[in-house]
């Protein structure tokens, strides 16, 4: 079992930054694939960036160039770099650990860009 929670949302301007920490416990997170998804309001929820166990990437489009994920599997840590947003990233923004069938998600962190 893995309960993950989430922090570091908030409100910014269009153009900020915003650095999300997901803190795992409960298992040792470097097994995990690791992943950052976020839900706005009336669409579905979707991958923003992944990390596998073995520290390769990947982004939707949408925000390759300005989000960085890392993993510090020392400290049981997913982070999520969010530069130069827009108010398009405005979200919920969900971390998950998945391994094999079994998958496990935080309970959000709300990112708002508005000026």
């Known amino acids: 079992q893995v309960q993950l929670v989430e922090s570091g949302g908030g409100l910014v301007q269009p153009g900020g930054s915003l650095r999300l920490s997901c803190a795992a416990s409960?298992?040792?997170?470097?097994?995990?694939?690791m992943g950052w998804y976020r839900q706005a309001p009336g669409k579905q929820r979707e991958l923003v960036a992944g990390?596998?166990?073995?520290?390769?990437?990947n982004y939707a489009d949408s925000v390759r160039g300005r989000f960085t994920i890392s993993r510090d599997n020392a400290k049981n840590t997913v982070n999520l770099q969010m530069n130069s947003l827009i108010p398009g990233d405005t979200a919920v923004y969900y971390c998950?650990?998945?391994?094999?069938?079994?998958?496990?998600w935080g309970q959000g962190t709300q990112v708002t860009v508005s000026s």
């Open positions: 998950n650990a998945a391994l094999f069938a079994h998958q496990y």
């Open positions: 409960g298992s040792i997170l470097s097994l995990y694939d």
């Open positions: 990390i596998t166990s073995g520290g390769s990437t």
